[in-house]
Each structure stands twice: as structure tokens, then as C-alpha cells.
């Protein structure tokens, strides 16, 4: 009988779009642009989190809209004079770092600012793969219960910012925040939890100044003493 050799492909796979992805981090660190990978399960509000953040953010927004399929959200920032992008996947359930580097090479970037990458509605996929950011963001929410820390440790534990978003609903659930927080904090003890609404605005002027202040020291880094590629998660 033939020798049966499993080849494991995956690794390769990632490999190959890590080595982009840090590509397409240099470039971006390069124009002083903070680039934010946007995660969350459908429904927790990943676009209304941006919307919510422009009163708020001094830095220049860019965005690129990740989406099985439609448009609906790109045209609906395209509306508010965002300038945004979009992708979509027709079926792959989270964004690579190729599809990152396609997208950039059709955008300008005439000043130092945020660029907001929603990823695919998934709590799983793109948790696995890198697309360049400097943060990843997770957008968790009330009404999908307090154990997704439990049941998507992943994500949790890869993310540089988690927002509990509609927090205005808690007094209609039941919701357990310190089960939620517990969960938290077993996976990234250090990483910043902020409370907010979409509906009301709560919470989102300080998640702004968390990302002004980020894109600061980026930009400053950069015009400075160098650039650091390193995630690491900043109070």
C-alpha cells in the first residue's frame, strides 16, 4: 500500500497572507492612516458604530465595506461624504489581506486619518486572518446574550477594543454584565471595554478619542522614531 501524507495547506495559505498583510501595514503606517479591522456577528452594528463615530472623530475617516453581497451600506456612508470602498466576497465569510492590498491601490490618501475596515458579519472567520490593521475592534452587543466570550474566545482574545453596543437595552434583558465581563477578562486582561448605543450616542466620544489618540502616536511614530508593527493593547 501507498503511504498516505496529510499536507497541511492552511498554514501555507496563511503564511502567504500574513506576508501581505504586513505589507499592506507598512504602506498604511506609511501615510500616518490607523487602520481598524471592524469585527463582529451581523446585526451589532459595525456601520452604525462608524456613522455614530464621525461627530466625534478629529482624525480623517476612510472606509472600505466588507459584505457577502449589496452595497446598501457603502452608498449610505457614500451619502454622509465618507469616502468608502467596497468588497464583497459573493459567499467567503471574512476578508483577506490580498483583497485589502486590491482595494488600497484604488484609494488616495491625502492625509494622516482612520481607515475602518468592516469585516464580513462572522465571529469566526475573520478573527483568523490578519489584513493589515494596527487594531482590531469587536463590536459585541447586549441582545446576543453574555457568553460570547465563552463560546468565540478568539476573537475576544485577538481584539485590541471591544464595544458592547446597545447598552440601552439592558434594563429589557437579561443580559449578565459581569458574566459578559468575567469572560473578558479571562481571554485579554489589559484590553479596553467601552459601553455604547447606537441608538442614544452613549459611549462613543470616548471610543473616538481611544482611535484620535492611537492614530496620534501612529502618525507620530512614523515622523518620529520609526514605526512599530507590534499589536499591543493600549488603556
Known amino acids: 500500500m501507498h503511504d498516505?501524507?496529510?499536507?497541511?495547506?492552511?498554514?501555507?495559505?496563511?503564511?502567504?497572507?500574513?506576508?501581505?498583510?504586513?505589507?499592506v501595514r507598512e504602506?498604511?503606517?506609511?501615510?500616518?492612516?490607523?487602520?481598524?479591522?471592524?469585527?463582529?456577528?451581523?446585526?451589532?452594528?459595525?456601520?452604525?458604530?462608524?456613522?455614530?463615530?464621525?461627530?466625534?472623530?478629529k482624525s480623517?475617516?476612510?472606509v472600505?465595506?466588507?459584505?457577502?453581497?449589496?452595497?446598501?451600506?457603502?452608498?449610505?456612508?457614500?451619502?454622509?461624504g465618507i469616502d468608502t470602498r467596497q468588497i464583497n466576497t459573493h459567499g467567503e465569510c471574512h476578508l483577506d489581506a490580498p483583497q485589502?492590498?486590491?482595494?488600497?491601490?484604488?484609494?488616495?490618501?491625502?492625509?494622516?486619518g482612520v481607515l475602518f475596515i468592516e469585516n464580513i458579519g462572522n465571529l469566526v472567520c475573520p478573527a483568523e486572518f490578519t489584513i493589515g490593521e494596527h487594531v482590531m475592534m469587536l463590536i459585541s452587543t447586549v441582545t446576543e446574550g453574555s457568553d460570547k466570550p465563552y463560546k468565540y474566545p478568539?476573537?475576544?482574545?485577538?481584539?485590541?477594543?471591544?464595544?458592547?453596543?446597545?447598552?440601552?437595552?439592558?434594563?429589557?434583558l437579561d443580559f449578565d454584565e459581569e458574566f459578559f465581563m468575567k469572560g473578558v477578562r479571562a481571554l485579554n486582561k489589559d484590553v479596553p471595554v467601552?459601553?455604547?448605543?447606537?441608538?442614544?450616542g452613549e459611549g462613543f466620544a470616548e471610543v473616538a478619542a481611544w482611535l484620535?489618540?492611537?492614530?496620534?502616536?501612529?502618525?507620530?511614530?512614523?515622523?518620529?522614531?520609526?514605526?512599530?508593527?507590534?499589536?499591543h493593547h493600549e488603556e
Open 194 to 200: 467601552f459601553r455604547v448605543s447606537g441608538k442614544t
Open 4 to 23: 498516505i501524507r496529510r499536507i497541511d495547506v492552511r498554514e501555507g495559505i496563511l503564511d502567504k497572507n500574513d506576508h501581505i498583510a504586513e505589507h
Open 27 to 57: 504602506h498604511m503606517t506609511a501615510h500616518g492612516v490607523l487602520v481598524v479591522n471592524e469585527m463582529g456577528a451581523p446585526g451589532v452594528g459595525k456601520t452604525t458604530t462608524i456613522k455614530s463615530l464621525v461627530p466625534h472623530l
Open 64 to 80: 472600505i465595506e466588507g459584505d457577502i453581497e449589496s452595497d446598501i451600506d457603502t452608498r449610505d456612508l457614500g451619502s454622509m
Open 100 to 112: 485589502i492590498k486590491h482595494q488600497l491601490s484604488h484609494m488616495s490618501f491625502d492625509e494622516p
Open 60 to 62: 480623517r475617516l476612510y
Open 154 to 172: 478568539l476573537a475576544f482574545e485577538k481584539a485590541d477594543i471591544i464595544l458592547l453596543n446597545k447598552v440601552d437595552l439592558i434594563p429589557y
Open 212 to 231: 484620535d489618540e492611537n492614530a496620534a502616536k501612529l502618525e507620530a511614530r512614523e515622523h518620529g522614531h520609526g514605526h512599530s508593527h507590534d499589536h
